[in-house]
């Protein structure tokens, strides 16, 4: 068997296009934006039906792999055990798959919905608020998830029953490209789903860096300015690059398993000193909605009417699962050792689901309840001085203001180190050549890697637009889509030749000669 060795052809056009891009950030900030808003909009009018269309059809082909007649398999050979304990395997899924856009998002997203509400709202009524803290619960929770779970499954399969020794997406999609996947398809395919990834990972940073800066400075008593995000970078740069050097048992499963404590601690704190009863009733009613409206919001496009809600925020999270999904389903893929197929898929769509509706479910329910009550004008904040200023102003509202802030601050640090260490470490697995699936990818490479994400918040940091992250995400998840379609389907050729004839039988018949018993 080959030894494990750097994919050149892989690792040096990504790593070239990445700190282009950044060196573009800093150089040509204006440019940049403008090109990226014009992108943008092209993409969310042209195919935004296609990225609704694919988001659904991925969460019903996920029920059909975990339900369907292979959800038994078994993802793995022998003797094969779980490799970590379901706490673990469910911490380190949601820290990486999540990170600090849940922090970012969750008290903010309900009152951004308020002034620009979905399904032709009034902008403020009383029914807005119903459908504002619903709506999140709709754009990070079944499809996001079940976006993850189908590749996941599909890299699991390839290391632990096929027993493949590369962990790399062009790998997944052997059952159908045959030995091109070890030529130029492959390397294209790969090379893509890096760029994805980073452009993934760089929304992370642009939403985290700003926020956690936010928060020291108020900890500090400090202005919050861009060398307090420099330093807030660079501290960050060492904590995920020590952990991706560390890999992933030591690192990575130790910071997964400190955040997912934190993160209860923090949503249970909220829901026990706030309005409970407001938070409980609110977030039983968003269920109900949820249920009685996802296919109908799953194909919202507002054609007629123009509404903009679509485009600017359920198909940008649309893109943003996409791009995170190869990333998800590598690292996922890696700790399912042993599970079924089943498992895989409704552990990560469960899990991943409760972690993020409870999350966002309390937090944007205390928020909305500030709003709703008078009692602080968030509304207005969030217009005037953006999501981190406004995220402290609820923070403060909080008994233990300053304790919790603390927490807050070490809560976001985290979890942007998980997200991005998690990536570093799926960087460095993809442009490796042979890399069974129980080793893991030379040190250097995952320390490269993340300094590569670091010069990527550094040009980011340098224009402060959050418009042009989003947009990063959008332009490079559209040529991820043919992609994981051809995973679906290598996925479904492989199940179907290992297994296809042994699932067939659709009546079974007892045996008239048996005892009754």
């Not at 976006?147 to 096929?162: D, E, G």
């Not at 994805?196 to 800066?213: F, N, R």
């Not at 560390?246 to 398993?257: A, E, H, P, T, V």
Request: some cysteine.
């Amino acid at each position: 068997m080959s030894r494990p060795h750097l994919d050149i052809h892989v690792f040096a056009p990504s790593v070239v296009i990445a700190l282009a891009t950044a060196l573009a950030l800093l150089l040509f900030p204006e440019e940049s934006q403008r090109i990226a808003g014009q992108a943008t909009q092209a993409i969310t009018r042209d195919f935004g039906w296609l990225l609704a269309l694919f988001a659904f059809a991925s969460f019903i082909f996920a029920l059909w792999l975990g339900f369907g007649r292979y959800g038994r398999v078994r993802l793995a050979t022998g003797d094969d055990t779980r490799e970590y304990s379901e706490l673990s395997w469910a911490a380190m899924m949601f820290a990486a798959g999540i990170g600090i856009g849940l922090v970012s998002w969750s008290f903010v997203e309900p009152i951004y919905y308020l002034s620009t509400p979905p399904l032709e709202l009034e902008p403020g009524g009383m029914e807005s608020y119903t459908w504002a803290h619903m709506y999140p619960l709709f754009h990070w929770s079944f499809v996001p998830w079940a976006l993850y779970a189908i590749p996941a499954v599909a890299v699991a399969y390839r290391l632990y029953v096929r027993k493949r020794d590369f962990l790399r997406v062009s790998e997944t999609c052997r059952p159908v490209l045959g030995r091109h996947s070890d030529g130029p398809a492959g390397t294209a395919i790969d090379t893509l789903i890096l760029l994805g990834l980073i452009g993934g990972a760089g929304t992370s940073l642009g939403l985290g860096v700003p926020l956690v800066s936010a928060l020291t400075g108020a900890l500090l008593g400090i202005d919050d300015t861009i060398y307090l995000r420099l330093g807030v970078l660079a501290v960050w740069t060492l904590l995920f690059g020590g952990t991706a050097y560390r890999g992933l048992k030591q690192g990575i499963r130790w910071l997964s398993d400190v955040n997912i404590f934190l993160a209860v601690g923090v949503v249970l704190f909220v829901l026990a000193v706030g309005p409970t009863v407001f938070i409980l009733s609110l977030t039983m009613n968003s269920l109900g909605l949820l249920l009685d409206n996802f296919t109908r919001m799953s194909f919202w496009l507002a054609p007629v009417t123009g509404n903009t809600f679509p485009n600017d925020w359920t198909f940008f999270y649309w893109a943003w699962w996409i791009a995170y999904a190869p990333l998800m389903g590598l690292f996922i893929g890696r700790i399912s050792r042993g599970r079924t197929i089943r498992q895989v898929i409704v552990g990560t769509i469960a899990w991943g689901s409760l972690g993020c509706m409870s999350f966002l479910a309390i937090c944007g329910a205390y928020a909305l309840n500030l709003e709703l009550a008078n009692a602080l004008p968030v509304s207005e904040l969030l217009a005037a001085e953006g999501i981190p200023a406004t995220v402290i102003a609820i923070l403060e509202t909080l008994p233990l203001s300053g304790f919790v802030i603390l927490v807050f601050t070490v809560l976001s640090f985290i979890f942007l180190a998980t997200t991005l260490d998690s990536s570093a470490y799926v960087l460095a697995s993809i442009s490796t050549r042979h890399l069974p699936g129980d080793e893991e990818p030379a040190r250097w490479n995952r320390v490269a890697w993340a300094l590569v994400l670091a010069a990527i918040a550094v040009g980011l940091l340098a224009i402060d637009a959050l418009d042009t992250v989003k947009a990063s995400t959008i332009i490079l998840a559209l040529p991820l889509m043919p992609i994981l379609c051809l995973m679906f389907l290598s996925l479904s050729k492989q199940l179907e030749f290992d297994f296809g004839a042994r699932t067939r039988e659709r009546v079974l018949t007892l045996d008239s000669r048996k005892d009754d018993q």
